[in-house]
């Protein structure tokens, strides 16, 4: 535990969990789909269904899309900002069956037609788990460089990703890996200690097996 777990972060807005964590769960969101947004469709489940709008969670959250952080003063006008920025936003109930009440899934569609589906939960002192990205299971905190590499089940696949970062002295400090059954699609979940060079990014798009990678330089980069 550090002071920050105690004090809490500094923001705008009257709930750690309602509001600034859900900045920083549309932040990380429109990080992921790496691209400025077209549409955004958030649907909410449990206490943000059920008292968020009261804590400001909805404008938060578009706020987060937007690139504010948790101590942005136009947190309030989000809804206007994005309409300006030409950005469509619809919320909904999020069905789940299992899932953390602080939960929202931001589906967005980017300018050139990119897609991303992200399961994000606030958890307390603005704290966060993406906890599913298209429907895969991921779990980290996006406080740090995250790497995550869909790739088909194969030997190679985890090697490569390894050797990569060892080659660019990036140290990984978590690593999950999950597949959907032998042989089939599988997906790594790389938390590092230091900032991945974007050339080697770029090198695992291209090896064989890989068939998506997604970077997010952490909330402190």
């Not at 993406?130 to 090697?159: A, M, R, W, Y």
């Not at 900032?195 to 097996?209: F, Q, S």
Request: aromatic residues 6%; negative net charge; proline residues 4%.
């Amino acid at each position: 535990m550090d002071l920050f777990d105690i004090v809490g972060p500094i923001m705008v807005g009257p709930s750690s969990s309602h509001t600034a964590g859900a900045v920083r769960m549309g932040y990380v969101a429109g990080k992921l789909l790496g691209e400025p947004i077209q549409k955004a469709e958030i649907l909410l489940y449990g206490s943000f269904l059920a008292t968020g709008e009261g804590h400001g969670t909805r404008k938060a959250i578009v706020a987060g899309l937007l690139g504010m952080q948790t101590d942005d003063y136009q947190i309030a006008d989000s809804f206007e900002i994005a309409a300006q920025r030409g950005m469509e936003v619809a919320f909904g109930e999020a069905r789940l069956e299992e899932a953390h009440p602080n939960t929202a899934v931001i589906c967005l569609n980017g300018i050139s037609g990119k897609q991303t589906e992200v399961q994000i939960s606030s958890i307390g002192v603005s704290r966060i788990s993406i906890d599913k990205i298209d429907g895969i299971n991921t779990g980290f905190s996006g406080e740090c460089p995250t790497l995550i590499v869909h790739n088909i089940d194969q030997p190679g696949c985890i090697v490569a990703v390894t050797s990569m970062l060892a080659k660019k002295n990036v140290n990984i400090a978590t690593m999950q890996v999950y597949r959907s059954a032998k042989g089939q699609q599988a997906v790594m979940v790389v938390e590092c200690d230091q900032l991945i060079p974007e050339d080697g990014i770029v090198w695992l798009a291209g090896v064989e097996g890989v068939q998506k990678v997604t970077y997010f330089p952490g909330l402190t980069a």
